[in-house]
C-alpha cells in the first residue's frame, strides 16, 4: 500500500485548507482537522485550521472556544490573538470572516480595540438577519469595555441601528458620543430623511450649526432634500430658509470664501445666520472680525446667544484682546442674562492665561469649577501646554482627572506638554 510521503501531502493540504477559508464551509474544519491529525502535520497548519473553526463558529456550527480549544491547545493566545486579527482584517473583509474575528476574541476573552470593534459592527450591519444579534453583542461590548464613546465605534453604531430602523436608538447613541464628528451626525441625518422625520431632522441640522459638529457639503445636500421633501410647517418658511442660508454660509466659511459667506448671509436677522459668520471668519483665521461681526450683530438688533458668546470669547482669547474678552463676558451675564457655560469659562480662562494671568485664570478655574468642571481646568492645561507652564499645567490636571479619572483629552494634553519641555520621563502625580 502506497503511503504519500509528508512533502506530497503538503501542498495538497495547503490548498485543502485554502479553499475551505475561501468558501466559507463550515462543515469542512473537522473533516480536516483528522486527516491533519492522522499524518502528523498539525503544528505546521495550525493556524489556518484554527480560521476553519473561526468560520465555523461565526456560522454557528461551533462555539469559538470549543473549536479552539480542541484543535489548537497548543497555540499561545498572543497567536490566536493575531490570527482573529487576521479575519478582521483581512484583505478579503468578508461579513462571515469579520463575525468569526468578533466572535473569537470575544469568546476567548481577547481584548479588541476601536478598529476591531468598528469591523466587526460593520460586519452585522452586512449580516442581514444576524444584524441585530451580533450587532447587540457588539454593542455590550463596546460599552464593557469602555469604548462607546469612542467616535468611530459610536458612529458604527449609529450606523447600525439606521440600517436596523431603529432610529430612537441611533438618536440615543449619537447623543452618548462625547465628541462628535460630521460624519456621524450626516449618519443620523440621513436616516431620518430616509424615514421622511422631517421634523428631526430640521431639529439636527439646527444642533449641528448651533454646538457642532460643523456641517459639511453632505449636510448640505441633505438639507435641501429635507427642503425640497418636507411641507413646510405653517408660519415656519422663513426659518427653514434661515436654516438654508446658515449652511451654505458654513460651507463658504470651509472653503476659505469669507467674502461669498457674508454676501449669502446679508440682511437677515437671525442668530443662527451671524453665528455662523462669526464661525466662518473664525476657522480662517480671522479673529478680529470675529469681534467686529459680533459688534455687527448687536447693532443690527439681533439679540446673541450663548454659541455666539462662545465664538467671540474665543476670537478675544486667540488674540489675547483681555479688555474686550472680558467685557464680552461680563455683558453677556449683565445685558443678555446668559448664564456662562463651561465653554463660556473655559475661553475667559484661556484668555487670562494668554494675557499673562495665570493667577486670575486659576481662580475664575476654582470659581467656575462647578459649572465648568472638568472643561474649565482641560482649557487651564491646554493654556499652560501653549506657555510651556509645567507645574500649573500638572495642578490643572490633576483637578480635571479629580473631575474625570478616564478623561483621555488631559493624559494626552499632559503629555504634549511634557514633550515641549523635555521632561518626557515625569508622571503628573
Known amino acids: 500500500m502506497y503511503v504519500p510521503h509528508e512533502r506530497e501531502l503538503l501542498p495538497h493540504l495547503s ?11 463550515p462543515r469542512a474544519a473537522a473533516p480536516l482537522h483528522a486527516l491533519l491529525l492522522k499524518a502528523g502535520l498539525l503544528a505546521r497548519f495550525h493556524a489556518r485550521l484554527f480560521l476553519c473553526y473561526a468560520v465555523a463558529s461565526a456560522d454557528g456550527t461551533c462555539s469559538p472556544c470549543t473549536a479552539s480549544s480542541a484543535a489548537l491547545p497548543q497555540m499561545p493566545l498572543p497567536v490566536l490573538s493575531v490570527e482573529c486579527r487576521r479575519l478582521l482584517f483581512g484583505a478579503t473583509r468578508a461579513p462571515i470572516s469579520r463575525r ?10 481577547l481584548p479588541l480595540c476601536s478598529y476591531a470593534l468598528c469591523s466587526a459592527i460593520a460586519a452585522a450591519v452586512a449580516a442581514a438577519e444576524e444584524a441585530a444579534a451580533l450587532g447587540m453583542q457588539a454593542h455590550a461590548y463596546t460599552v464593557k469595555s469602555g469604548w462607546a464613546s469612542a467616535v468611530f465605534v459610536g458612529g458604527a453604531l449609529v450606523n447600525l441601528y439606521v440600517k436596523l430602523g431603529g432610529m430612537g436608538d441611533a438618536r440615543k447613541m449619537f447623543d452618548e458620543i462625547p465628541l462628535k464628528n460630521a460624519t456621524c451626525a450626516n449618519t443620523l441625518l440621513m436616516g431620518y430623511v430616509n424615514v421622511k422625520l422631517w421634523p428631526e431632522s430640521l431639529a439636527l441640522v439646527r444642533e449641528m450649526l448651533a454646538a457642532g459638529p460643523p456641517p459639511d457639503d453632505f449636510t448640505l445636500s441633505a438639507a435641501l432634500r429635507i427642503r425640497s421633501r418636507a411641507s413646510a410647517p405653517p408660519g415656519e418658511p422663513i426659518e427653514e430658509d434661515a436654516l438654508l442660508l446658515s449652511l451654505l454660509v458654513e460651507m463658504y466659511g470651509n472653503c476659505g470664501r469669507v467674502e461669498e459667506a457674508r454676501r449669502a448671509g446679508t440682511g ?4 443662527v445666520l451671524w453665528t455662523s459668520m462669526l464661525n466662518a471668519h473664525s476657522r480662517n483665521g480671522q479673529f478680529p472680525d470675529v469681534a467686529r461681526t459680533f459688534d455687527e450683530m448687536l447693532a443690527e438688533g439681533t439679540p446673541p446667544d450663548g454659541v455666539a458668546f462662545v465664538a467671540v470669547l474665543s476670537a478675544c482669547s486667540r488674540t489675547a484682546d483681555l479688555a474686550g474678552g472680558l467685557a464680552y463676558f461680563q455683558s453677556m451675564t449683565e445685558d443678555h442674562r446668559i448664564s456662562p457655560w463651561p465653554e463660556h469659562y473655559g475661553c475667559v480662562v484661556h484668555l487670562l492665561c494668554m494675557a ?9 478655574a476654582e470659581g467656575g469649577g462647578t459649572a465648568g468642571g472638568v472643561r474649565v481646568w482641560g482649557a487651564l492645561l491646554a493654556a499652560c501646554s501653549e506657555l510651556g507652564d509645567v507645574e500649573m499645567g500638572k495642578r490643572a490636571a490633576r483637578r480635571a482627572l479629580e473631575e474625570d479619572p478616564g478623561n483621555v483629552g488631559v493624559y494626552v494634553e499632559l503629555c504634549n506638554l511634557y514633550a515641549r519641555k523635555g521632561c518626557g520621563g515625569r508622571s503628573s502625580s
Not at 437677515?268 to 442668530?271: A, M, P, Q
Not at 499673562?356 to 475664575?364: F, M, Q, S, V
Open 15 to 25: 490548498l485543502l485548507l485554502d479553499q475551505a477559508l475561501q468558501s466559507g464551509n
Open 100 to 109: 468569526a474575528g468578533f466572535l473569537c476574541m470575544h469568546g476567548l476573552g
Open 268 to 271: 437677515r436677522e437671525d442668530v
Open 356 to 364: 499673562g494671568e495665570t493667577k486670575k485664570a486659576w481662580e475664575l
